[in-house]
């Protein structure tokens, strides 16, 4: 599957922005989606999953309660919700395919990566 993130942008804080992935190909309902985020000089990390029904979530404790992620099927398209954005949560974003079907946190948990999308939030 082929993976196309949009949506980055420049917002003040505590403003919200909202992100999409588009996935080409024929399983994308058939797996794990999850977004995750890369800030200058810092290592990848998991902000988001989703079992590849939609309807279990898992959220980092730096996001939970402030972003949603969810899925569409039909239009197999990834999305992320971003509210109450601060500072910190300036990085690129990047969208990701699982390997398997329940909720997942770890990056070699995911095997196909979108290009990214950078998020700023100023101060």
């Known amino acids: 599957v082929q993976l196309q993130a949009f949506g980055g942008g420049l917002v003040q804080a505590g403003g919200s922005l909202s992100l999409s992935c588009a996935a080409s190909?024929?399983?994308?309902?058939?797996?794990?989606m999850g977004w995750f985020r890369q800030a200058p000089g810092k290592e990848r990390e998991f902000v988001a999953s989703?079992?590849?029904?939609?309807?279990?979530?898992l959220y980092s404790d730096s996001v939970k309660g402030r972003f949603t992620i969810s899925r569409n099927n039909t239009r197999n398209t990834l999305y992320l919700q971003m509210n109450t954005l601060k500072p910190q949560d300036t990085a690129v974003y990047y969208c990701?395919?699982?390997?398997?079907?329940?909720?997942?946190?770890?990056?070699?948990?995911?095997?196909?990566w979108g290009q990214g999308t950078q998020v700023t939030v100023s101060s």
């Open positions: 989703i079992d590849r029904r939609g309807i279990s979530t």
């Open positions: 190909g024929r399983t994308f309902s058939s797996n794990t």
């Open positions: 990701a395919g699982g390997i398997g079907r329940s909720t997942a946190w770890r990056t070699t948990q995911y095997n196909h």
